[in-house]
């Protein structure tokens, strides 16, 4: 069974940083692609990131380019979203995600993803 866990969620002021994890499990495969979106109270699902499973070629919102960066950690079981210069928009509950059969490709659709971590931005 697919299991993705957030963390590395919390409180910072406009400006700052964090770096969220997702670790992920029940895969047979490492190359999969991972996205992550957020979601804030009253506001559509907003998907900020995506790393694919093939190459680890990586793609940004344009609302978060140049200050979010996605990795993949050696293990391959786990993805980070490190979030530099935060802005009073980007709070939101964040998701990592995988899609439909474990594919290696970024798209617009997720099939599984985790409980979220909340982001909070407030000086």
């Known amino acids: 069974q697919v299991q993705l866990v957030e963390s590395g969620g919390g409180l910072v002021q406009p400006g700052g940083s964090l770096r969220l994890s997702c670790a992920v499990s029940?895969?047979?495969?490492?190359?999969?692609?991972i996205g992550w979106f957020r979601q804030a109270p009253g506001k559509e699902r907003e998907g900020v990131s995506c790393i694919e499973g093939s190459d680890d070629s990586t793609y940004y919102a344009d609302s978060v380019k140049g200050r979010f960066t996605i990795s993949r950690a050696s293990t391959k079981n786990t993805v980070h979203l490190k979030m530099n210069s935060l802005k009073p928009e980007d709070p939101a509950y964040y998701y990592c995600a995988t899609f439909p059969y474990g594919s290696r490709w970024c798209g617009d659709e997720y099939e599984y993803w985790g409980q979220g971590t909340q982001v909070t931005v407030s000086s």
């Open positions: 029940g895969f047979t495969s490492d190359y999969y692609a």
